[in-house]
């Protein structure tokens, strides 16, 4: 293994040879340990049939892992000076794309089209820059890319809420708007030693596997996470006191409770017991009678 980029070594060498300074405002924790790339690589559902797209490949760790076990990679980079740098360690394969782009900014979509042929699986893999973990994979999920999976590396404190179950300390709003999504599982926790510089929160390698239709139906996507993030605004509230703060000046407190009657959730809950299926009888039948 001594001659892939992710190890100490290498990683090292590289560093020296561009005199590379690490950017802390861009989330940059190389990782240099290879058995944990294999293990996110054996997470990621991807073979030498399918296209990878990754987010910030750095000096090519996992870029050049993604490169050997599929059929084509595109990255996108953001910060200009790895850009040589890439071209250099990853001079031995013809099977990488690298754009020079800020994820958020980017049409994912278009990027797709442009580098994939039509049909082909695609799956996201990525360490994911930690300063903008939940805005990057809110805008992959929300823009409904034609991706199979999305299997990343980010703080562990963030993948337990992604992949919570109801009646935890993890669960909340972001838990439901990824779950809506995909079927999320935390594939294993990761110690800091394993990125160089290291971090300084723990990680984990969190999966996540897009559903072929909704877990549930709702009349209004935008109104059901509203209604989901107003149950959780306070939450040591029950559900009926953080919709009457949501509602106030709409509905009063009784029109509240004969809701919650109506479909039979009882407002002193709160709204971490709530499962998906209640959140959307309960976004539905309010959208229903502001309609
Ligand atoms: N993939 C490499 C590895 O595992 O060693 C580097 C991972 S490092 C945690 C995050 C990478 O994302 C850095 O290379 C950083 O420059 C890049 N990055 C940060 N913000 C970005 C953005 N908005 N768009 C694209 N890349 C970004």
Known sequence: DKK?????????????????????????????????????IGHAGIDETTGTIEIGPGIGALTEQLAIHSDKV????????????????????????????????????????????????????????????????????????????ITV????????RMAAKPNTKSYGS????????????????????VFMPQPNVDSSILNLVARKAPPVQVEDEDYFFTIVQACFAQRRKTLRNNLSSHFK?????????DILESIEIDG??????LDMQEFSMLANAFYRLQQ
Do not use: W
């Open 74 to 149: 595109v990255a996108f980079e953001i910060d200009q000076r790895l850009l040589p740098i890439l071209q250099d360690t990853l001079a031995d394969y013809d099977n990488i794309n690298i754009i020079h782009a800020d994820i958020l900014q980017a049409d994912v979509k278009e990027v797709i089209k442009h580098n994939f042929p039509d049909g082909q699986q695609i799956h996201i893999v990525a360490n994911l820059p930690y300063y903008i973990t939940t805005p990057i994979l809110m805008k992959l999920l929300r823009e409904r890319l034609p991706v199979g999976s």
């Open 4 to 40: 892939y980029i992710a190890t100490p070594i290498r990683t090292k060498e590289i560093l020296q040879k561009y005199h590379f300074t690490f950017k802390k405002s861009l989330g940059q924790n190389f990782l240099i340990d290879v058995n944990v790339l294999k293990n996110i």
């Open 153 to 160: 590396m980010i703080q562990k404190e963030v993948a337990d």
């Open 249 to 257: 000046g709409e509905f009063d407190k009784e029109k509240i409770n």
């Open 268 to 273: 002193t809950r709160r709204g971490e017991s």
């Open 174 to 193: 972001l838990t439901i708007a990824v779950q809506y999504y995909t079927e999320a599982k935390v594939v294993m926790n990761v110690p800091k030693t």
